[in-house]
Nanobody, 121 residues
Framework: QVQLVESGGGLVQPGGSLRLSCAGS????????MGWYRQAPGKQRELVAI???????NYADSVKGRFTISRDTAKRTVYLQMDSLKPEDTAVYYC???????????????WGQGTQVSVSS
């Protein structure tokens, strides 16, 4: 089984920074993409940032220029550096890995347990 363990959430004032980490463990054959999603109360889960196997990165328009996604492939870890945080960034942030566990298996979405990010003065 694949497990994703997130860390780094918390409470921060507007304009502050946080860094989220997500470490993957278990039987992973190959990773197609790693990313971060978020879900605010009463809203649908949305993509925040994603990095695909080629290294290409994509961001939601709302976080471009403020958030940076990076990865350590050897450690199967993905990071999200969040700067200039705003109250509207408040949400539960979920790590996502789209991967195969064997050469013959299908790609499957794996999710972390979520970490709360709260931006408030």
């Amino acid at each position: 089984q694949v497990q994703l363990v997130e860390s780094g959430g918390g409470l921060v004032q507007p304009g502050g920074s946080l860094r989220l980490s997500c470490a993957g463990s278990g039987s992973i054959f190959s990773i197609n993409s790693m990313g971060w999603y978020r879900q605010a109360p009463g809203k649908q889960r949305e993509l925040v940032a994603i990095v695909v196997s080629s290294g290409t990165r994509n961001y939601a328009d709302s976080v471009k220029g403020r958030f940076t996604i990076s990865r350590d492939t050897a450690k199967r870890t993905v990071y999200l550096q969040m700067d200039s945080l705003k109250p509207e960034d408040t949400a539960v942030y979920y790590c996502n890995v789209y991967a195969k566990i064997t050469p013959a298996s299908s790609l499957y979405n794996y999710w972390g347990q979520g970490t709360q990010v709260s931006v408030s003065s």
